[in-house]
Nanobody, 124 residues
Framework: QVQLVESGGGLVQAGGSLRLSCAAS????????MGWFRQAPGKEREFVAA??????YYADSVKGRFTISRDNANNTVYLQMNSLKAEDTAVYYC???????????????????WGQGTQVTVSS
């Protein structure tokens, strides 16, 4: 069992930055992929970024603006978000996949653990 707790969301002006954190507890390995998804009002949850070992994957919409990283010593994954836009407004969810390192990171169904989410609001 793994518990994921996100933090760091809030209200920011367009062009600003936020850093989200996802603290993981429970039985997991540093090799387990971790990811971030987001869900805007009235829309489906969508892939944002994932990290496997030191390899990072991004949605085209955030490439060049967001950076995913992990601190294995503290069991924490981060999402640094720069140059934020109004369309980045959403609830951001942390995800973990235990037991498999390779797969379709872009698909919600591939991930088997989720956090409760943290709200990010970007004002224009």
């Amino acid at each position: 069992q793994v518990q994921l707790v996100e933090s760091g969301g809030g209200l920011v002006q367009a062009g600003g930055s936020l850093r989200l954190s996802c603290a993981a507890s429970g039985r997991r390995s540093s090799s387990d992929p971790m990811g971030w998804f987001r869900q805007a009002p009235g829309k489906e949850r969508e892939f944002v970024a994932a990290i496997r070992w030191s390899l990072a994957y991004y949605a085209d919409s955030v490439k060049g603006r967001f950076t995913i990283s992990r601190d294995n010593a503290n069991n924490t994954v981060y999402l640094q978000m720069n140059s934020l836009k109004a369309e980045d407004t959403a609830v951001y969810y942390c995800a973990a996949r235990l037991g498999q390192s390779y797969g379709n990171y872009y698909s919600m169904s591939w991930w088997n653990y989720w956090g409760q989410g943290t709200q990010v609001t970007v004002s224009s």
